[in-house]
């Protein structure tokens, strides 16, 4: 592997478009610097690259980027989790045009986040907490979407359908216009399949995109983002992977919004405020099949509100000084009830808590360095206040070579259920907030990047499914580290063809055990954390001829990793899970507007289970037609 790794940087000449940095990053400090002075790592993906690959979900977009590992329970719409350089699947803030998605405690679903709209996705991995608060412990992902461009105002309208296997259809329409001032983009999408099983694995997904961006003067801007998803997803599978359930469902629907604005209020000096809202409704059932037969519904309302203030000072040559104060709110109320041969045990949850946080950040060139410094001072009304800080350096050699390091830490509070579960479960609402402390070093120069990582982890919250008398069922334990190496390399071998490789050398080891009622050992000190595995390998070549034909052949090995299997007695579940490999293939053809589409995924339709128990997506083709926007 090292010596394909070598081969291929030797062969690299210039980056290629999709993995190599923008000349101006937004996610990693907040407000827009120049990525040659930014020392965290990150990662930028197109929008226009991801449609051209077939890319539906952002999911699928994220799971070749270095340190990210993509895990889902088996058919197109089932629990889709996100682990990144070693962390928990909660350890990662995810955006929407400034809006996070998680819910309160980090927790996110990726299976419903599509690509629809969307312009660029940008992944900063590493500690972020300076500047987001809670949830951004190894990492943020923020996914900007279109809000138009300017012209003559004459919209431009464009249509995409699809049909592939499963019997599965994605259509979509779109519009895109605006003028000199004003420009707006909105699409409407909707995603259905039958599912990979036989009964019950129906999946719909269906959402509402629109963006408006207004632009009155020079010196002032303002934008504003709706989105509406409404899924619907029918499960078979039990918590081993074997198909019991013919009417087992969940859904999810509701809107989030955000409204931003930017005033230049003198010479280098400017301030944007922002207010972001997401509502969802959750819902699950799980009538029964049969006499007799286990129970369990729940319905949800859930609710998280942001607004900031940033008042940012630049100096024209590089040098930036930010300010900020941030408030959120987070509600949640909702039922549940558990019913069984051994009793009923119905539930409720109605609670809510919020935090102000205040940060400075520090972006300053001199000479061939830059040094960019910030900190952070959080007051939650639940757990009190938490401070967290960055530091980086960036140092450019001659030839296009940087070298550049970081240090920081980042924290996440706990979730409601967390906290405040009562009934079946009792939650602990002294948990302290999971901490994290990280340090990196990379070195780069054109379409190579190498990076070394170490984060420790601390206060970690765990489960104890069988807890003394009158004590919860969650606590704190500390902890674990994970360290690891990226390599990112890309670069065009002819005016045609151009590819990318990606890799990652991850490992993991807990510090101190976990429950005593651990039978499986998912926390036992020296052993690594689970579905983290140790390798993984992402190449890529594109071949592009004149703008209208493009090839684009891609595939992901993931190497051994541990995890439970359910379907094993208690205390044998803890097995290594065997290596995979996923191979896809896109391709389209331009016939003026209208363009031709096909792809193919998992092509040699490897089977090899990327969770115990669970069935594989065999190989899924798509045939369609774009009608471009523009």
């Given at each position: 592997?090292?010596?394909?790794?070598?081969?291929?940087?030797?062969?690299?000449?210039?980056?290629?478009?999709?993995?190599v940095?923008?000349?101006?990053?937004?996610?990693?400090t907040?407000v827009?610097?120049?990525?040659?002075?930014?020392?965290s790592?990150?990662?930028?993906?197109?929008g226009v690259?991801?449609?051209?690959q077939?890319?539906?979900?952002?999911?699928?977009?994220?799971?070749?980027?270095?340190?990210v590992?993509?895990?889902?329970?088996?058919?197109?719409g089932?629990?889709t989790?996100?682990?990144?350089?070693?962390?928990?699947?909660?350890?990662?803030?995810v955006?929407?045009?400034?809006?996070?998605?998680?819910?309160?405690?980090?927790?996110?679903?990726?299976?419903?986040?599509?690509?629809?709209?969307?312009?660029?996705?940008?992944?900063?991995?590493?500690?972020a907490?300076?500047?987001?608060?809670?949830?951004?412990?190894t990492?943020v992902?923020?996914?900007?979407?279109?809000?138009g461009?300017?012209?003559?105002?004459?919209?431009?309208?464009?249509?995409?359908l699809?049909?592939?296997?499963?019997?599965?259809?994605?259509?979509?329409?779109?519009?895109?216009?605006?003028?000199?001032?004003?420009?707006?983009?909105?699409r409407?999408?909707?995603?259905?399949s039958?599912?990979?099983?036989?009964?019950?694995?129906?999946y719909?997904?269906?959402?509402v995109?629109?963006?408006?961006?207004?632009?009155p003067?020079?010196?002032t801007?303002?934008?504003?983002?709706?989105?509406y998803?409404d899924d619907?997803?029918?499960?078979?599978?039990?918590?081993?992977?074997t198909p019991?359930?013919?009417?087992?469902?969940?859904?999810?629907?509701g809107?989030?919004?955000?409204?931003?604005?930017?005033?230049?209020l003198?010479?280098?000096?400017?301030?944007?405020?922002?207010?972001?809202?997401?509502?969802?409704?959750?819902?699950?059932?799980?009538?029964p099949?049969?006499a007799?037969?286990?129970?369990?519904s729940?319905?949800?309302w859930?609710?998280?509100a942001?607004?900031?203030?940033?008042?940012?000072?630049?100096?024209?040559?590089?040098?930036?000084?930010?300010?900020g104060?941030e408030?959120?709110?987070?509600?949640?109320?909702g039922?549940?009830?558990?019913?069984?041969?051994?009793?009923?045990?119905?539930?409720?949850?109605r609670?809510q808590?919020?935090?102000?946080?205040?940060?400075?950040?520090?972006?300053?060139p001199?000479?061939?360095?830059?040094?960019?410094?910030?900190?952070?001072?959080?007051?939650?009304?639940?757990f009190?206040?938490?401070?967290?800080?960055?530091?980086?350096?960036?140092?450019?050699?001659?030839?296009g070579?940087?070298?550049r390091?970081?240090?920081?830490?980042?924290?996440?509070?706990?979730?409601?259920?967390e906290?405040?579960?009562?009934g079946?479960v009792?939650?602990?609402?002294?948990?302290?907030?999971?901490?994290?402390?990280?340090?990196?070093?990379?070195?780069?120069?054109?379409g190579?990047?190498?990076?070394?990582?170490n984060?420790r982890?601390?206060?970690l919250?765990?489960y104890?499914?069988?807890?003394?008398?009158?004590?919860?069922?969650?606590?704190?334990?500390?902890?674990?580290?994970?360290?690891?190496?990226?390599?990112?390399?890309a670069?065009?071998?002819?005016?045609?063809?151009s590819?990318?490789?990606?890799?990652?050398?991850?490992?993991?080891?807990?510090v101190?055990?976990?429950?005593?009622?651990?039978?499986?050992?998912?926390?036992?000190?020296?052993?690594?954390l689970?579905?983290?595995?140790?390798h993984?390998?992402?190449p890529?070549?594109?071949?592009?001829w004149?703008?209208?034909?493009?090839?684009?052949i891609?595939g992901?090995w993931?190497?051994?990793?541990?995890?439970?299997?359910?379907?094993?007695?208690?205390?044998?579940?803890?097995?290594?899970?065997?290596?995979?490999?996923?191979?896809?293939?896109?391709?389209?053809?331009?016939?003026?507007r209208?363009v031709?589409?096909?792809?193919a995924?998992?092509?040699?339709?490897?089977?090899?289970?990327e969770?115990?128990?669970?069935?594989?997506?065999?190989?899924v083709?798509f045939?369609?037609?774009?009608l471009?926007?523009?």
């Amino acid at each position: 592997m090292n010596v394909t790794l070598l081969v291929f940087a030797l062969a690299v000449q210039q980056p290629q478009d999709t993995v190599v940095l923008k000349p101006v990053v937004v996610t990693a400090t907040r407000v827009p610097v120049a990525a040659d002075l930014v020392a965290s790592a990150v990662t930028v993906l197109r929008g226009v690259d991801l449609v051209a690959q077939g890319v539906r979900t952002v999911a699928d977009a994220l799971e070749t980027v270095p340190g990210v590992h993509i895990v889902e329970t088996g058919s197109v719409g089932g629990q889709t989790s996100l682990f990144m350089r070693g962390g928990e699947s909660d350890y990662v803030k995810v955006l929407l045009d400034g809006v996070p998605l998680n819910q309160a405690g980090g927790g996110i679903d990726l299976a419903n986040l599509t690509t629809d709209n969307v312009d660029r996705i940008e992944i900063v991995r590493g500690p972020a907490s300076v500047l987001y608060g809670s949830d951004a412990m190894t990492g943020v992902v923020q996914i900007f979407t279109r809000v138009g461009a300017g012209g003559t105002g004459a919209p431009r309208m464009g249509a995409e359908l699809r049909a592939g296997t499963y019997g599965s259809t994605d259509g979509a329409i779109e519009l895109l216009g605006g003028t000199p001032r004003v420009g707006y983009a909105a699409r409407v999408s909707r995603f259905s399949s039958d599912g990979l099983y036989a009964y019950n694995n129906q999946y719909r997904n269906s959402v509402v995109n629109a963006g408006v961006r207004v632009q009155p003067d020079a010196r002032t801007d303002a934008s504003l983002t709706y989105r509406y998803g409404d899924d619907v997803y029918h499960f078979p599978t039990d918590g081993t992977g074997t198909p019991v359930d013919s009417n087992q469902h969940a859904a999810e629907r509701g809107p989030l919004f955000s409204v931003s604005a930017r005033r230049v209020l003198a010479a280098h000096l400017d301030a944007r405020i922002s207010a972001s809202l997401k509502e969802a409704r959750l819902l699950y059932d799980n009538p029964p099949d049969s006499a007799g037969d286990v129970t369990f519904s729940s319905r949800d309302w859930v609710r998280r509100a942001t607004t900031s203030a940033l008042l940012n000072w630049n100096s024209g040559t590089g040098t930036s000084l930010t300010w900020g104060i941030e408030y959120e709110d987070e509600r949640q109320r909702g039922t549940s009830l558990f019913s069984a041969s051994y009793g009923t045990f119905p539930d409720s949850v109605r609670v809510q808590r919020n935090a102000t946080g205040y940060f400075t950040q520090a972006v300053i060139p001199a000479g061939r360095a830059a040094l960019t410094l910030g900190g952070r001072l959080d007051d939650n009304s639940q757990f009190g206040t938490h401070a967290t800080y960055r530091g980086g350096l960036v140092y450019r050699l001659a030839a296009g070579l940087r070298l550049r390091a970081s240090v920081g830490t980042g924290f996440k509070e706990p979730t409601f259920y967390e906290n405040f579960a009562h009934g079946f479960v009792t939650g602990n609402p002294s948990l302290d907030p999971e901490r994290s402390r990280s340090w990196e070093a990379g070195i780069e120069r054109g379409g190579i990047a190498v990076a070394y990582f170490n984060q420790r982890f601390r206060d970690l919250i765990e489960y104890n499914p069988a807890p003394p008398a009158g004590q919860p069922n969650y606590f704190n334990v500390d902890g674990a580290v994970a360290d690891g190496i990226e390599i990112e390399a890309a670069g065009a071998f002819s005016r045609v063809v151009s590819g990318s490789l990606r890799y990652t050398y991850l490992h993991t080891r807990v510090v101190e055990s976990g429950a005593p009622g651990d039978p499986d050992g998912l926390f036992v000190p020296g052993k690594s954390l689970i579905r983290r595995p140790a390798h993984t390998l992402a190449p890529q070549i594109v071949a592009a001829w004149s703008n209208r034909a493009r090839v684009t052949i891609g595939g992901l090995w993931v190497g051994k990793r541990d995890d439970l299997d359910f379907r094993r007695p208690v205390g044998q579940r803890r097995v290594a899970v065997q290596p995979y490999t996923r191979v896809n293939v896109a391709a389209e053809y331009g016939l003026g507007r209208v363009v031709l589409t096909g792809s193919a995924a998992n092509v040699f339709n490897d089977q090899r289970q990327e969770l115990p128990g669970f069935r594989v997506m065999g190989r899924v083709l798509f045939l369609g037609l774009r009608l471009a926007v523009d």
